[in-house]
Nanobody
Framework: QVQLVESGGGLVQAGGSLRLSCAASGRTFGRAAMGWFRQAPGKEREFVAAISWSGGSTNYADSVKGRFTISRDNAKNTVYLQMNSLKPEDTAVYYC?????????????????WGQGTQVTVSS
């Protein structure tokens, strides 16, 4: 089991940047695909980005491609989401998630560990 704690959310103006961090504990972090998901008020949780065990492969939702970058530091048991050129429609609670023993996945059903979420608010 992997325990996850997100940080780095906040209020930012449109066009600004934020970097989210997700600190993980547990032996399987290095063998877990990691992902970021988000949920806006009144909407379903949606996939944002995912990264493979080694960090060599990534996948992004079309809505964030070219603006967001996911990365991981296995030595620090941490995964990051760099968010640039933020838009008001990026406003949501962002969740970090782990899919142990999955090389790479974007399916929420594969992610068995979830953080508590961090709020990102983008003002226009």
């Amino acid at each position: 089991q992997v325990q996850l704690v997100e940080s780095g959310g906040g209020l930012v103006q449109a066009g600004g940047s934020l970097r989210l961090s997700c600190a993980a504990s547990g032996r399987t972090f290095g063998r877990a695909a990691m992902g970021w998901f988000r949920q806006a008020p009144g909407k379903e949780r949606e996939f944002v980005a995912a990264i493979s065990w080694s960090g060599g492969s990534t996948n992004y939702a079309d809505s964030v491609k070219g603006r967001f970058t996911i990365s991981r530091d296995n030595a620090k048991n941490t995964v990051y989401l760099q968010m640039n050129s933020l838009k008001p429609e990026d406003t949501a609670v962002y969740y970090c998630a782990a899919a142990p023993w999955r090389v790479l996945s974007i399916d929420p059903a594969d992610f068995t560990s979830w953080g508590q979420g961090t709020q990102v608010t983008v003002s226009s």
